[in-house]
């Protein structure tokens, strides 16, 4: 599967930003979806993942209750709608998917595939 990630910019603390990333090449609802997210200096990080229907999410400490994860099954396409935005959200963030997954919350080594990732600047 491939996937082309959208959607990043360069936000003010406390706004908002939605994440978009549409797949092709495979058929999308048989994929475990997730976002990750990578600051500078600093390991490749979960923060949020959705299951294949799309009826069970998990989320990073960081992310709950400001970032919502969800996908369209009609459009191939996984979304990440962000909240409250605080400068230590400042990151490439990637989707990812894997298509043997059992959990919705799960470590860059389970991913098989990622997008190319886009960058989400909050400024202060």
């Known amino acids: 599967v491939q996937l082309q990630a959208s959607g990043g910019g360069l936000v003010q603390v406390g706004g908002s930003l939605g994440l978009s990333c549409a797949a092709s090449g495979a058929p999308f609802r048989d994929y475990v979806m997730g976002w990750f997210r990578q600051a500078p200096g600093k390991e490749r990080e979960f923060v949020a993942g959705?299951?294949?229907?799309?009826?069970?999410?998990d989320y990073a400490d960081s992310a709950k209750g400001r970032f919502t994860i969800y996908r369209d099954n009609a459009k191939n396409t996984v979304y990440l709608q962000m909240h409250s935005l605080r400068p230590e959200d400042t990151a490439v963030y990637y989707c990812?998917?894997?298509?043997?997954?059992?959990?919705?919350?799960?470590?860059?080594?389970?991913?098989?595939?990622w997008g190319q990732g886009t960058l989400v600047t909050v400024s202060s």
């Open positions: 990812a998917a894997d298509r043997f997954l059992r959990n919705t919350r799960f470590e860059p080594s389970d991913v098989s595939y």
């Open positions: 959705i299951s294949r229907g799309g009826g069970s999410t």
